[in-house]
């Protein structure tokens, strides 16, 4: 659908930068044309920006589809008057002109790969970031803009800021480029500012060694198509392949020594010269050095883990990242120790978890198995996300925990569900994850869960979790975008609906707009329930629900359940129904922490046309106060 609508005026459109290059270039009195592709990229950097901040939540897709297409009808003009201006200029007689040798076919792929692993280490530092890092709301603009933004600097006439640059990668290569296989959930802002600062001075450097290896202007066109080829390539590679091959995001440290084998290694110190050091003497010394790094790794490994040796692991990198730079004139062992730092900060613990098959990876996300003996519990994570826990004591095991306790709202709700409907109440759970709601189910009635990821229904039914199999293996699992499976679903064949697929940092929109809150009301009975779970770390949730509840006249209150009993999580679920009195029902069971009236209401609901995180996030939490 997307090749077919937006495919065609995108690729049209991207073409813009190398043809008005390429005519820019026909003519002999202009000059260079390569500046030109710096200030188209930061044109897209400008738009990128633009769009999250200003666009979309000023304006509704109707209007911005109306802007679009002026946007267009506006290009076509300029094009026309470039093409007009490029008409009436002379170009070089074909008989002055010098002829063009052909470019080797070494160099060709030199570009290929110059231009694929900038393109595929920003795909793979926001999978990176998103899942074990950070998962910030709009997280993803920043590396993308990045990415851009070096092309900036890269292709510019003035040449002084992009070797800077290009000086600092081998270094910053080493210090941030060894986190590279820390896959442990540490939501840290510092690890955030050091991967995207890797990731934009890599880009540099590798562009910046593309446009040293750039043709002459007659031969532009074949430059900036293989060039772009490369950029699909990396894209392919990281976004459609990887989570076909790996079961986590072996892409980025792969990427990373890409990366090493690729930096220009600028030899601003080459002992190697020194007087009196024969080659034999630097050899050897290049051996200590390279053991030496190793005995410091080797070190670096056993305090990685421990959180009160941070001090200690600060200066064994420090050790380290000096040892990689005095190797740098021997590129291999160079990428030595850049290997060496990524097995020691993070590399062996991922490394054991694949081994042990305790991580699978599907188009929708990662997800590891963490078990804790001490404490008998298993939990499903995707990086910094809790997914569901289910205790291993078999006293406990089939017991709702986390989120899903019984004074949390949903649990009232379930709880309630034969009191309130009878013994062959009809419940819908939107979000399988670990199962854990399926324990509250009681002979008679009826339960369907809808499921996007065939992988974590895998896990339920292999028994990893055991909610599914012990608690309701007779439930209907219907995988699917649980808005299109619910549209299917015949007018009031529910009484409960939970929606629990929003439990984090991920906000899928499109389960939160009026036209959803339609399926789901059209699906429920007279009487239904709908239940919402709206916990999250970065983004406030219950002014848009408030807004959904008031357009459909719904009655509506939130439960925040804080337990400090072990094995229970701090949850936020908002009830909704036609009938207050179901309401007033389950408010009798919550005498002791009582169902609250939500917040005001957004100005307006989210609807398919317009919706934007951007006024709810709550920047407070997001930058750690």
């Not at 091959?245 to 440290?253: A, G, R, S």
């Not at 050790?319 to 850049?338: D, K, N, Q």
């Not at 229970?568 to 609250?596: G, H, I, Y």
């Amino acid at each position: 659908l997307f090749i077919a609508s937006i495919g065609p005026v995108f690729f049209l459109v991207s073409a813009q930068a190398p043809l008005m290059q390429r005519w820019f270039a026909a003519n002999p009195a202009a000059g260079e044309p390569w500046a030109l592709y710096a200030a188209s990229n930061l044109g897209s950097f400008s738009g990128l920006i633009a769009y999250p901040l200003l666009v979309e939540p000023t304006f509704a897709i109707r209007a911005q589809s109306w802007g679009w297409s002026l946007g267009y009808g506006l290009l076509i003009v300029l094009v026309a008057l470039a093409a007009r201006a490029r008409w009436a200029t002379p170009s070089q007689p074909v008989e002055a002109r010098a002829p063009v040798e052909p470019i080797p076919a070494r160099r060709i792929l030199l570009w290929l790969a110059l231009a694929a692993v900038p393109s595929g280490l920003m795909l793979s530092t926001t999978t990176h970031l998103t899942t074990d890092i950070f998962a910030m709301p709009l997280l993803w603009v920043i590396p993308l803009g990045l990415y851009l933004l070096s092309f900036v600097f890269a292709f510019a006439d003035r040449r002084g800021a992009a070797r800077i640059i290009s000086l600092l990668a081998p270094t910053l290569l080493l210090v941030a480029g060894g986190m590279a296989m820390e896959s442990r959930g540490l939501s840290s802002l510092g690890l955030v500012f050091t991967s995207i600062a890797l990731l934009f001075v890599v880009c540099v450097a590798l562009h910046s060694r593309l446009y040293e290896l750039r043709p002459e202007p007659a031969q532009l066109t074949l430059f900036y198509l293989v060039m772009s080829a490369g950029g699909a390539l990396g894209g392919l590679f990281t976004a459609l392949l990887a989570p076909l091959l790996f079961d986590w995001v072996w892409e980025h440290p792969i990427l990373i020594v890409a990366a090493a084998l690729l930096i220009p290694l600028d030899r601003w110190f080459d002992w190697r010269r020194l007087p009196g050091l024969g080659h034999e003497q630097a050899l050897l010394s290049a051996a200590i050095l390279l053991a030496f790094a190793a005995f410091l790794c080797w070190h670096l490994l056993k305090v990685s883990l421990d959180p009160d040796q941070q001090v200690l692991r600060g200066w064994l990198t420090l050790g380290v990242t000096v040892c990689g730079m005095l190797l740098m004139p021997w590129r291999p062992l160079f990428l030595g120790v850049v290997g060496l730092l990524l097995i020691a900060q993070g590399g062996a613990d991922t490394l054991r978890t694949s081994r042990d098959g305790l991580r699978s990876r599907s188009y929708f996300g990662i997800y590891t198995i963490r078990n804790y003996p001490d404490r008998q519990l298993r939990m499903l994570a995707h990086g910094t996300t809790l997914h569901g826990e289910q205790s291993t004591d078999p006293a406990l095991r089939l017991k709702p925990i986390s989120y899903y306790g019984g004074g949390s709202g949903v649990g009232i709700v379930m709880q309630r569900a034969q009191a309130l409907y009878g013994p062959g109440a009809r419940i819908g759970v939107v979000g399988l994850g670990t199962a854990t709601l399926a324990c509250y189910r009681r002979p008679g009635e009826r339960w369907s869960f809808y499921e996007i990821d065939a992988e974590v229904l895998r896990l339920s039914r292999n028994r990893t979790f055991t909610f599914l199999e012990d608690c309701a293996p007779d439930a209907k699992v219907i995988l699917g975008d649980a808005r299109l499976e619910l549209a299917k679903a015949a007018p009031g064949s529910l009484d409960v609906l939970a929606v629990d697929a929003f439990s984090s940092d991920a906000i899928p929109l499109h389960l939160l707009t009026e036209e959803a809150f339609a399926v789901y009301l059209r699906t429920l009975s007279p009487r239904g329930l709908l239940i919402v779970h709206i916990s999250n770390r970065y983004i406030e949730l219950e002014p848009v629900l408030a807004a959904a509840a008031k357009r459909q006249g719904l009655a509506v209150a939130v439960r925040n359940d804080n337990p400090d009993q072990p094995l229970l999580t701090a949850s936020s679920w908002v009830v909704m129904a036609r009938d207050p009195a179901q309401l007033a029902a389950l408010r009798k069971d919550a005498k002791d922490t009582p169902f609250e009236t939500l917040q005001p209401p957004a100005p307006q609901p989210w609807t398919d046309d317009h919706a934007s995180i951007l006024p709810y996030i709550r920047w407070a939490n997001l930058l750690g106060k």
